[in-house]
């Protein structure tokens, strides 16, 4: 017996990756085999030299075709056995490793838009909507536009062992989140990677297309954020870690080198205003969704808990940020003893 293994990976377009995928058929019993590919037709070789290869890292139940058939999750190689440039999870896993005993938890709330006809779901053939208010976990026609098919990716997620922990309508009309975790860096990155397939997987049997664009639409409506929710053991068990962890994302150079890594057209997004913080200034505090990062008011209370980054965008490579995060938060904690 067979079944299908759809390999999706993550492709060399810039300055956003894409996702990619295709179809192999795979005897049952049999381990999931690397598989080659044409990288001069995703951004990820020149013509002459084309072939790269897939590794499986990752597989769950493919919940749309059913079945025994899967969903395969790759990282992408050089035939000389080494990581892709663009294989940013192959950039993780060192940090991950040798950060691992802190046992960091990522919460990550992707925000996304759907468009139909080059315009955001529930947008008039002209003009605009009225303002925003009424959209945010809003209900009724006339305030949530998408939600057959944010169920249907829902159920999807569900039935493919995701670690989804939630979805709302957003601040503007077409918009929606979903949030991944809580989960280590390597598995909500994953399961996030796959949570978006499925999303546009599903949004294309409805001929609608999903979006991460972090402004899809200009003007006085908010874009598009991936926030990120983040502790480590020590943050768990008290408040003095968190405020090291906050304190170390300011740190000279830190602020620059994360948002590099935070998504293209962050400026855009990060601009002061529509709940967000300037993309070239820093700042934490208690409950405060106009700070770079938002310590939870119910973490104050408790002494104890997590940290929200409101900085990165919709189009993060969930890779990048939870590597950046990691990397600085554990190693300040790490340094001042809080481990």
């Known amino acids: 017996m067979t079944y299908k293994a759809e390999y999706i990976w993550i492709d060399g377009t810039e300055p956003t990756a ?57 990282e992408v190689y050089l035939v000389d056995g080494t990581p892709h440039p663009t294989n940013n999870r192959a950039k993780l896993r060192p940090v991950a490793e040798q950060y691992a005993a802190q046992d960091s938890w990522f919460g990550i709330e992707q925000e996304y838009t759907f468009f139909k006809a080059d315009r955001p779901l529930g947008f008039p053939e002209t003009g605009f909507p009225a303002p925003q208010g009424p959209y945010y976990c809003g209900v009724g026609a006339d305030e949530v536009f998408g939600r057959d098919i944010v169920e249907d990716h829902m159920d999807a997620c569900l039935a493919a062992g995701l670690k989804l922990s939630g979805i709302n309508a957003e601040v503007m009309p077409g918009q929606w989140e979903f949030q991944i975790g809580p989960a280590g860096p390597l598995e909500v990155s994953d399961h ?42 020590a943050m768990r068990e008290g408040y003095d870690a968190i405020v090291t962890a906050c304190e170390s994302m300011g740190a000279e150079g830190k602020v620059e080198e994360h948002i590099a890594g935070y998504g293209h057209g962050i400026a855009d997004r990060l601009t002061g ?27 104050e209370v408790d002494k104890k808990g997590y940290i929200e980054d409101r900085r990165p965008n919709a189009n993060i490579d969930p890779y990048n940020v939870t590597r950046l995060l990691v990397n600085t938060c554990c190693a300040a904690l790490e340094k001042a003893g809080q481990v």
Do not use: M
């Open 273 to 299: 205003q529509h709940e967000t913080a300037p993309f070239d200034e820093y700042s934490y505090g208690v409950s405060n969704r106009g700070a770079s990062v938002r310590i939870p008011w119910q973490v």
């Open 192 to 233: 996030l990677w796959v949570a978006r397939w499925l999303l546009y997987r599903i949004a294309e049997d409805h001929n609608v297309a999903a979006s991460i664009d972090p402004k899809p639409a200009k003007g006085d409506w908010n874009g598009a954020g991936a926030h990120t929710n983040f502790s480590t053991k």
């Open 18 to 74: 894409r996702l990619r995928s295709k179809t192999k058929i795979v005897a049952d019993g049999v381990p999931l085999p690397d598989w080659g590919f044409d990288g001069s037709s995703t951004n990820q070789a020149p013509g002459d030299n084309s072939d790269c290869v897939l590794k499986p890292v990752f597989s769950c139940p493919d919940p749309i075709r059913g079945g025994d058939h899967k969903l395969v999750l790759c």
